[in-house]
């Protein structure tokens, strides 16, 4: 089993920032990629950052510029920090991970949400 685990969320108002943190733990052999997802109300979930093990990143275009994502492998944990927040950016956020438990034994795993609220 691979647990993640998020924190960092909360109200912030537009221009402000947040970070959030996702740490794994279990069985793990290797993490290939951790990256976010967010759903707001009504819609669908889509990926809003990602990145793999070797470095390479992917970040949703209305979110270039202003959020960043980082890992500490180390750790086993990611980052994303938010900045430039805007009322559009108001969703749960839900971290997400794939890659080996020990046994060879592929994983893909979610964490529970983090809501993030930009409003005056």
């Known amino acids: 089993q691979v647990q993640l685990v998020e924190s960092g969320g909360g109200l912030v108002q537009p221009g402000g920032s947040l970070r959030l943190s996702c740490a794994a733990s279990?069985?793990?052999?290797?993490?290939?990629?951790m990256g976010w997802y967010r759903q707001a109300p009504g819609k669908q979930r889509e990926l809003v950052a990602r990145?793999?093990?070797?470095?390479?990143?992917y970040l949703k275009d209305s979110v270039e510029g202003r959020f960043t994502i980082s890992r500490d492998n180390a750790k086993k944990t990611a980052y994303l920090q938010m900045n430039s927040l805007q009322p559009e950016d108001t969703a749960v956020y839900y971290c997400?991970?794939?890659?080996?438990?020990?046994?060879?034994?592929?994983?893909?795993?979610w964490g529970q949400g983090t809501q993030v609220t930009v409003s005056s």
């Open positions: 997400n991970a794939d890659g080996l438990q020990y046994g060879s034994i592929p994983f893909v795993s």
């Open positions: 279990g069985s793990i052999f290797n993490i290939n990629r």
């Open positions: 990145m793999t093990s070797g470095g390479e990143t």
